[in-house]
């Protein structure tokens, strides 16, 4: 058990203890408090009142502290107040009949008086000074959950107005999204399909001919890419790719061969560091190869003045490291909580305009995501940006 009974020579100074609780109380009301009353002691952490069940007893605080808690939102656990020697509690769901409001936990060993409904009815009938206390403490509590019930509706309402904020930005963002893909698939499909009525014509020389089919070819590629990529994000969600294992700088040689001539164009030299026996991953090569392709080819976008794109391979502590380092225009801090997701791209910054739609990073983040891996960067405007993927290593080293 718990609680035990004190022997009345242990009891703590009832006098003073009972009129603090209850101003004005006669010596012959506190006798009739202390007969219809049992002590008890409690050690620390036991719960005296338990919020939302039906209790039939009253506790008058004798020595040490209770704390008083209450659930809001079903979910978060707030702390009410504390109470000391002379406070009392339990009493608004006897006089209402109603489950407990709160729930009071004993912090630290405590005494109380207990008073069961039947004696506590009675004591109410027959003092004043106890029917007065209840009465003021009644009001005083009803006030207190208006409070607290105000001030929940004020962050409620907060909370309220900042998800409709979030619903707005995100709606902006979506619509602009699908702007920017009306515009991106208009362009190239304009260029491709004015020069193809001008060669159905006979209006494109037999010299300019086969940069003319070049030109289609070039734009029909971009219509092409930006399709597969919005249908790559969605099918990732989708379907489950099929792991085996990869090696990363194998497949981060194969996008640096791929990027070799769009980088020199751009006065941009692609670098590879890394160990000769790097340890393999556990992956699917096509999405991992798309996911380095969007860095790489962010990482030459973001770089207009050219100079070294670097993809860093590590190992350590069984995870290989790709780091994906450039010397461009550096993003952002208010920007890069935004940069991963499918509706946000970079349009300028400055005097400097940049095309697509932003896939790129979206992908990569899923990617890395069904890999189980980790996508972090790190950047500062005008220095560069740096974004590294963590992959768990596998067992089997080349």
């Known amino acids: 058990?718990?609680?035990?009974?004190?022997?009345?020579?242990?009891?703590?100074?009832?006098?003073?203890?009972?009129?603090?609780?209850?101003?004005?109380?006669?010596?012959?009301?506190?006798?009739?408090?202390?007969?219809?009353?049992?002590?008890?002691?409690?050690?620390?952490?036991?719960?005296?009142?338990?919020?939302?069940?039906?209790?039939?007893?009253?506790?008058?605080?004798?020595?040490?502290?209770?704390?008083?808690?209450?659930?809001?939102?079903?979910?978060?656990?707030?702390?009410?107040?504390?109470?000391?020697?002379?406070?009392?509690?339990?009493?608004?769901?006897?006089?209402?009949?109603?489950?407990?409001?709160?729930?009071?936990?004993?912090?630290?060993?405590?005494?109380?008086?207990?008073?069961?409904?039947?004696?506590?009815?009675?004591?109410?009938?027959?003092?004043?000074?106890?029917?007065?206390?209840?009465?003021?403490?009644?009001?005083?509590?009803?006030?207190?959950?208006?409070?607290?019930?105000?001030?929940?509706?004020?962050?409620?309402a907060a909370e309220l107005a900042e998800a409709y904020q979030k619903l707005a930005e995100q709606e902006l963002t979506r619509r602009e999204f699908l702007t920017n893909i009306a515009h991106e698939l208009r362009t190239p499909l304009m260029a491709a399909g004015g020069f193809l009525q001008l060669m159905q014509k006979g209006l494109i020389s037999k010299e300019k001919f086969p940069t003319t089919i070049d030109t289609v070819a070039r734009n029909i590629h971009q219509i092409t890419t930006l399709v597969n990529d919005i249908l790559f994000l969605q099918e990732m969600d989708l379907i489950l790719p099929k792991f085996q294992p990869v090696n990363l700088r194998l497949l981060a040689e194969d996008v640096a061969e791929k990027y070799e001539n769009q980088a020199a164009a751009n006065l941009i030299t692609i670098q590879i560091e890394s160990p000769e026996n790097l340890a393999m991953i556990s992956g699917d090569p096509k999405s991992l190869e798309r996911a380095l392709i969007a860095l790489v080819d962010n990482a030459i976008k973001f770089s207009p003045h050219g100079g070294e794109v670097i993809i860093r391979l590590s190992e350590a502590e069984n995870l290989v490291t790709m780091d994906v380092v450039d010397q461009g225009i550096g993003i952002e801090t208010a920007q890069i909580s935004k940069i991963f997701d499918r509706f946000y791209h970079i349009e300028r910054t400055g005097t400097q305009l940049f095309g697509g739609i932003g896939l790129g990073l979206a992908i990569t983040n899923q990617v890395i995501k069904q890999h189980n891996g980790r996508l972090t960067v790190q950047s500062e405007p005008g220095k560069g940006s740096t974004f590294s993927v963590r992959l768990k290593a596998i067992k089997v080293v080349i």
């Open 1 to 156: 058990m718990y609680k035990y009974n004190l022997p009345r020579k242990n009891l703590p100074s009832l006098k003073e203890i009972i009129p603090k609780a209850f101003p004005g109380i006669s010596q012959l009301e506190i006798d009739e408090l202390v007969t219809r009353s049992k002590v008890s002691n409690y050690p620390d952490g036991v719960t005296l009142c338990h919020e939302g069940q039906t209790e039939s007893k009253f506790y008058i605080l004798l020595d040490g502290q209770v704390q008083v808690t209450k659930t809001i939102n079903n979910v978060e656990q707030k702390h009410l107040k504390t109470l000391d020697a002379g406070d009392f509690f339990g009493e608004m769901a006897i006089i209402h009949n109603a489950p407990r409001a709160a729930t009071v936990k004993t912090s630290g060993p405590t005494t109380v008086m207990e008073i069961d409904k039947e004696n506590f009815d009675r004591v109410l009938q027959r003092s004043t000074s106890v029917s007065m206390a209840m009465v003021r403490e009644i009001s005083n509590r009803l006030r207190e959950n208006d409070e607290m019930a105000i001030e929940d509706l004020k962050i409620r």
